[in-house]
Each structure stands twice: as C-alpha cells, then as structure tokens.
C-alpha cells in the first residue's frame, strides 16, 4: 500500500535559520568591495561603473546657442540683415538695435543678440529687412552653462554608464572615463542528467541553465568567462572544478545545493575553508541558494538547480554581489500593486515574474521552480511578502526575461 500525504495549500514555514529575502540583498550587496579603479576610452565604458564622480570641463552648453533657425535680433524690428551664422561658425561683431544675423539652429549667438525671431514668424521685405513680431529677451536661445555650469558635478561615482552617460561624457568634454570594470564570472552547471542538445532522452532533461547563465550574469553587471559543465561523479570533480577556476571573481554553481547524495557544493566549500555569507534564504523558489567566500577571495555562488529557482536566487544574490565588485549602490526597489491569483508563502517571501500592464504589474505564466516559461514572458520579480493580497504592493527586481 503506498501512503501519501494530502497536498497542502500554503507551503512549509521557512528554515528557521534562513535569511529573510530582502536581508540577503543587502547581505550580498554589502560583503562586496569593488575592484581597483583603471581608465579606459569611451567607446569601452558602455555597462561599466563610474570610478569618480563624472563632471563638467566647460559650461553646458558652452555658448549661447540658437534653439530655432531664423534670425537673431537686437531692439526692435524691422531689422537689417548683416550677416549668416551657421552652426560651427563664429562671428565677431556685435548687433546693434535694429540688426539681426540669419541664424542656424546650434549656431552660437553674437553679442547683442536679445532673442531668435524663427523662420516661420519671419517676413522678408522686398529691400531684405525682417520683419516680425518682437520675441521677448531669451526666447529660443540656450543659455550658456543652462544645463550644467563648468565643473558641475553630471553624474557621481557609482553610476552605471549607459548610453546617456556615454553621450554625457563626451558633451562635457572627456576622452575617457575613470570606471570599475566588470566582475569576472564562471559558470559551473552540474548534473549527470542533462543533455546538451535537442530533445532530452528518457529520463534526462535538457540543460536549461548553460545557455541561460551568460546572459544573466551579463544582465546582472559580469563579464561572462564561459560555463562548464561538471559530472555528478566522481566526488569530488566539482571541488576540483572550483578550484581550478582561477582567473574569475566569482564562480557560479548551478545545482548541487540541496542535501541528496549528489550534492556536494556545502561540502566542497566546508572542505575549502570558505566563509559562508549568506546559507539559505526566507524566499519560494531559491531557499538553498548560497554565498560563500573562498580564502584566496574569490566568490562562490551556489544556485538550486530547478532553472526558475536558480533566476530567482541569481537575482537575489549574484545580482546584488555583482553590483557592489563594480562599485555601485544597491538600488531601492519599486513598489507596485500586483495583481493575480497566488498565494503568498508562509514565513517567507514569493517570488513570481510579473509583467507591466496599465495598472501596475500582473503575475505570469507558470511560475513553478522548474519552470520558466513565466519569467521568460515577464519584466520582472515581484517579491510577495507573506500578508500580500490581490492588488497589494509588493517590491519589483525588474529581469530581462
Ligand atoms: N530532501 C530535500 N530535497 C530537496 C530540498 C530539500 O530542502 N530537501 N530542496 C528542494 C529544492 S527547493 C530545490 S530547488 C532542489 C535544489 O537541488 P540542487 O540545487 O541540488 O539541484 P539538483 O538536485 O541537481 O536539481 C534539482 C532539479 O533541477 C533540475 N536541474 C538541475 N540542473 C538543471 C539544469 N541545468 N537545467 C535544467 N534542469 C536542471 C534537476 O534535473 C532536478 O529536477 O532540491 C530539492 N530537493
Ligand atoms: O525552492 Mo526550490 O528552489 O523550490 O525549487
């Protein structure tokens, strides 16, 4: 006779000695220092950190400059053309009342200059005057040092640098930029029962995670090394595997975290002497996830091997850890309202992707711990605290899918 248990609706409470969601973060977050500043050209900064704060070398924008194309004016009209200003162009003299320049916009404006009568508003007379109605003083005209005065602080340390960034940069006036580069991460995936490619054999499931671990730890701020693939058997193989990655920072595990005869990452890291930072977390899906520290340094992030567990945890610890090597702060997440039906966990925190619609962020596809077909579809985590209701607010880790 074959006993089972009735399925229950909530799930167990929490390890007691597991860290709560949200601590774990911070946890992670905080263990980290950031690697040595270096300088490196623009066009190398894009996805990398601000090493100092980012500021202006001339007032933005340099010079008063015309917004529109037309015609700069002194005193009241109608005005006599003297001359025509293209953008690049300087000219020396000064407007009286009564004179204008035709004007390019981004050209800079002479001296005397009031305002930028535009094209459109503008009649020419048969002997070439202008004539048009008076703008008032500044109008279509950007200021010099309107954006930014000289030495105004653009952007501080810390900041990732993006596209904006890049363009800020060279707008005010730098060549390279002072940055912390990437954290260097390996991915070790385990498990005797995966299959590399196409449809999984009897009993065997497709590697879910070595094709999904690059562009995660890319997503998160690494700088991928490349993943391998470690055997169940012998022991030992992963603690060697480990070991022998030296030229990363931190060394992902994916599977192995769990207490079955296979799986020895708790084992492999006693046996190495590493520090424990973070061993278990309050949360549904993820709880066995781990971070430790090895003596010589580097990072160990272990991850559950059911593929939607293992995102969660990647977002929960690799993410933040990730985030202080390179030397930026841990961002405060949103709170939004989520809506759909789920329940919370008890004494724990739920993890569920979410997607955004017009009034806040809706719950996803399945979002079981072997499954990702929600977090594929998704724009983000929401994590559920245990008192969370349809429609509550809850804290979002925005994901990429
Ligand atoms: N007695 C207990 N058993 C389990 C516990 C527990 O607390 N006590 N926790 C369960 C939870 S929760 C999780 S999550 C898993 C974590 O297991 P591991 O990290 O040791 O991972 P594996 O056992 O190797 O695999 C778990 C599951 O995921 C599949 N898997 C593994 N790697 C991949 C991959 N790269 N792509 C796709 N699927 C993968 C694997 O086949 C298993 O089905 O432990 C539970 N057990
Ligand atoms: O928490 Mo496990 O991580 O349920 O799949």
Known sequence: MVFMFPATATSPPAPPTAVPWTHARVLAHGAARPSPARTVPLRAAAG???????????????????????????????????????????????????????????????????????????????????????????????????????GHRLAPAGTRIGPALLGLAASGGHDTLPVHAGPRVGALVTGDELDQSGIPRPGRVRDALGPALPALIAELGGRSCGVRHVPDR????????????????????????????????????????????????????GHPMVLAQLPDGRWVVGLPGNPYAALVAAHTLLGPLLTGLSGRPLPALPHVPVWGPVRPARGRTRLVPVAWDSAGARIVGGHGSAFLHGAAMGDALAALAPDWADGGPAPLVLTFG
């Open 48 to 150: 990398l950190t601000l090493a100092g704060d980012l500021r202006a070398r001339h007032p933005l924008p340099a010079f008063d400059t015309a917004a529109m194309d037309g015609y700069a004016v002194a005193g009241r009209g109608p005005w006599r053309v003297r001359a025509a200003l293209r953008a690049g162009g300087t000219w020396a003299d000064t407007l009286n009342a009564g004179e204008c320049v035709e004007i390019s916009t981004g050209a800079r404006l002479p001296a005397g200059a009031r305002a930028v009568l535009p094209l459109e508003s503008a009649a020419v007379g048969a002997d070439g005057s202008v004539a048009g109605p008076l703008p008032p003083p500044g109008r279509h005209v950007r200021k010099a040092g309107e954006d930014a005065p000289a």
């Open 234 to 285: 012998p022991a030992g193989g992963l603690a060697a595997a480990v070991q022998g990655w030296h030229d990363v920072d931190v060394v992902v595990v994916a599977g192995s975290t769990s207490v079955g005869v296979t799986d020895q990452l708790r084992r492999l890291l006693d046996d190495a002497g590493a520090r424990r930072v973070v061993d278990t977390v309050a949360c549904r899906p």
